[in-house]
């Protein structure tokens, strides 16, 4: 497994004013510290390449601090990131069924909105009529943004991961051949076969 290339926080689910750090440079703990400033609320996404993991935090400002600093220590593990993870905050499990599925657009997921997916992986038929709807929502149709599907977990602790559906490079438009074979990714995960 590779190690993490980038990381970054997020306070309040403003991705657009992420916090964003080179893995093998994470800041000091008075840094985060001084970012956190007493939040009761943060989230951490780990990149591999365009695809990334996330996890999120909410309580106490010791316990979310406590909660960052966890997952700065993860980082040290680099290509072991997956196991330290699980041993400092329990997550990712293995085998665990996401809750649902979400289009967005990375680092913009607030300000452009989301496309939920409840049924995963849709049918065949429902392909077509979910196709159809990503293109027509305001995630399909933006062009400034790469694209990424999340799978979105509630336990033990709210995380997710995404993987790529526009091609780098490209008019960052939803790509069908990439959404499509997505499921395949999300098998991958539940067997343990992490980013």
Known sequence: MSAPTMCQFAKD??????WSFPSDRPPSLPELDGYLAHRTEVAFEAFFGPAFFGVRLSGTTSEVKAFGIKCLNALSAQSWFFDALRREIGCPGLGQKPDFAEIGCVNAWRSIGAFRMTELPPTVSEFELLWSLVCDSPVGRDTDHAKAIEFAFKHPIEHWFGIPISVEGGPNLVSKTLLASADQALIRWRH???L
């Open 192 to 194: 343990g076969r992490f």
């Open 13 to 18: 689910g403003l991705w657009e004013q992420a």
